[in-house]
């Protein structure tokens, strides 16, 4: 059974960091792009980042970009969200995704096929 599980929400002031880590177990195939995407109360989900299967191509949120970097370890099935600068906007859950489709550079909710449960980020300002 494919899983993806988060860990490393919590809440933490504005201008403070928090890493968010994903590990997955199942998955027979690491040839696969994975991401973060995050959904805030009374909004839609969003990607905020994603990676594709080696590494070198990402996308980024573009309110994000250069406050967050995402990581993978093919070795350890782990991927990372390490998040700096975090503000108030940031607060919602996030959530790890597995074996997507990055399109143009792009990834979106609809091609996503493995999701986890959540974690969630709470900033106070």
């Known amino acids: 059974q494919v899983q993806v599980m988060e860990s490393g929400g919590g809440s933490v002031q504005a201008g403070g960091p928090l890493r968010l880590s994903c590990t997955s177990s199942?998955?027979?195939?690491?040839?696969?792009?994975m991401g973060w995407f995050r959904q805030a109360p009374g909004e839609a989900r969003e990607a905020v980042a994603c990676?594709?299967?080696?590494?070198?191509?990402?996308y980024y949120l573009h309110s994000v970009r250069d406050r967050f970097t995402i990581s993978r370890d093919n070795a350890k099935n782990t991927l990372l969200l390490q998040m700096t600068d975090l503000k108030p906007e940031d607060t919602a859950m996030y959530y790890c995704?597995?074996?997507?489709?990055?399109?143009?550079?792009?990834?979106?909710?609809?091609?996503?096929?493995?999701w986890g449960q959540g974690t969630q980020v709470t900033v106070t300002s």
């Open positions: 199942g998955l027979t195939d690491e040839d696969y792009p």
């Open positions: 990676i594709d299967s080696s590494g070198p191509k990402t």
């Open positions: 995704a597995a074996d997507l489709t990055m399109l143009h550079g792009y990834c979106a909710v609809s091609l996503v096929n493995i």
